[in-house]
């Protein structure tokens, strides 16, 4: 993954951040909610030497600082510990309140400072007052057992004071670092999800997966459903315009080999291979070609539906010998579009499609039509497109954007090649209209629902007449 794939999956999954790092910073605040509040009390010490008992006033210095550090481990021992308790007659034991004392000596100072944290303030005042009292007179005990001179001396310099306000918990840094460890796993949650999809999302990468053009990019429609054919007041959309470009591209995709039997197919259901196959037909219909489109998918047929037309007798009854393909042949619209619907539902749609009444079917329907387009089944669950497709002169695959995965199209190509069927390029079916380009290889861009935006683009073209 490249920095704009992260960028994409951020954008893309933007609320699995946003909700990832809400918990965080509900983690942070329940956290302060639920800690106890410790308060600090603290008192300062000055260790020193008094000068006889040292030949420089560097030395002395010198001594005390390694003294001071020796005095560190006194102030959190069981031994003070007796001692504060005996002064403050807290009830406590020993151990506890060394639990509570920490000591720091100032980086090259003589300061010895000790702090006491307790949830009362006041106990931590007492304890600290304690250790101000009891300390010095500790220290004396064990440096000059025997010795009649001292060597060191302690003295409190600042406290025993204690705060105000809790030193623990940090609210404001719990709540940073919930947030902050919310967003870094929000954000690892959105890239993980996007690694996890392994659905096919833009047009480059179908091409990488199947190794053939994208001829045609058609735009999610939310009318599509309830008007799925390109006509009447969808004869300027988005989806009419893409689908004209798909012709255009079919046209152009090998010259020399035109291609007069296609086959419509795709991985798996739903993935928009009537609604595509249907209004391709309409759309080389309406660029005044001799088109039949031909409803082979017997398993669901809809084209008949999709273009309210009867389908109770067609191309199961001809392969049957029951009738004669020209009395089931229906016209559709104002142009020269005739439609095979596919009869009566066989038990064994497979067998008829690979019969040979169907080879010789198509073969007498050539020298009659400029373009034969074939819907069928999807490839994945049953032989039929395979079947048709080895008839046709070319197939194109229909992919679902964020639908179909990558080893759904690449299981189709395999199985497409297996018959040795020509693979002439994908239709990318239902991708989100933000994400195409207007005017680029995806092919929007000139007729458009919006009749102030065409004029302005013609002005800027040159062509105000438009
Ligand atoms: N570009 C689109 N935008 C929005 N909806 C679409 C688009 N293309 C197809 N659809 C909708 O998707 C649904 C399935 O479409 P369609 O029947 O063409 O798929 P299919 O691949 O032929 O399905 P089946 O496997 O059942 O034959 C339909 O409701 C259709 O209206
Ligand atoms: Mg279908």
Known sequence: ?????????????????VLVTVVGAGGGLLRNEQATPLYASKVTFFVSTPSESS????????????????????????????????????PMTPG???????ASVQLN????????TDPSPDRALKIATAISSQFGGLVDKLDNAGSKTATVALNVVSGPSVSSVPVSPRKKVNLTLGIAIGLILGLAAAVARELADTTVRTPDALRGITDVPVLGTIAYDGVAKKSPLVVGNQVRSLRAEALRQLRTNLRFVDVDNPVKVLVVTSSTASEGKTTSATNLAIVFAEASQRVLL??????????????????SVGLTNVLAGQVEVEDVLQQWGDDELWVLPSGSIPPNPSELLSSKNMVDLVQSLRGRFDMIIIDTPPLLPVTDAAVASALSDGVVLVVRYGKTSRTQV????????????????TIFNMRPSKGLVQGGYDGYGYYEDKPAVNRARAQAAGNPAL
Do not use: C, H
């Not at 690449?410 to 390029?425: E, F, K, N, P, Q």
């Open 1 to 17: 993954m490249d920095l704009r794939s992260y960028l994409r999956a951020i954008r893309k999954y933007w609320w699995i951040v």
């Open 294 to 311: 031909i409803e082979a998918d017997m398993r669901r047929p809809r084209v008949a539906d999709y273009l309210g037309i009867d389908r």
């Open 109 to 116: 100072t003589v300061l010895l400072t000790a702090t006491v």
């Open 410 to 425: 690449v299981t189709a190509v395999r199985s497409l090649a297996s018959v040795d069927a020509r693979l002439l390029g």
């Open 96 to 102: 506890q309140v060394a639990r509570e004392i920490k």
């Open 55 to 90: 030949t420089t006033a560097f030395n002395s210095d010198q001594f005390a600082q390694r003294r001071a550090n020796s005095y560190a481990g006194v102030l959190t021992s069981d031994r003070l510990g007796e001692l504060i308790i005996a002064s403050s007659g807290l």
